[in-house]
């Protein structure tokens, strides 16, 4: 299972400290607004947002969308 940890390390490597907080903060908050909730297999929910910023992380895409990938599915859950 990615962690937020390992996508921070890797982010580092081309984005600055501060915009490497910012996404761990994007993180934290889809993992409480997802507090509780399971995929069909069973994963905490918040393992799906982290997939996605993982892949685009592979593309080194900017902080702002990584945050963006982190909190796509927050509103679905706030409504």
Known sequence: MPSIDALAD???AYLGKDQ???VR???FYAEQAHDG???RSGE????HPLAVAN???DMH???QSLMAAMLHDVI???V
Request: hydrophobic share 50%; charged share 20%; glycine share 0%.
């Open 25 to 27: 903060r994007a993180y």
């Open 20 to 22: 490497v907080n910012l």
């Open 10 to 12: 890797r982010l580092s």
């Open 44 to 47: 905490a929910y918040v393992t």
């Open 76 to 78: 679905l859950v706030s």
């Open 37 to 39: 909730q399971r995929r």
């Open 61 to 63: 895409m900017d902080h």
């Open 55 to 57: 892949i685009l992380a």
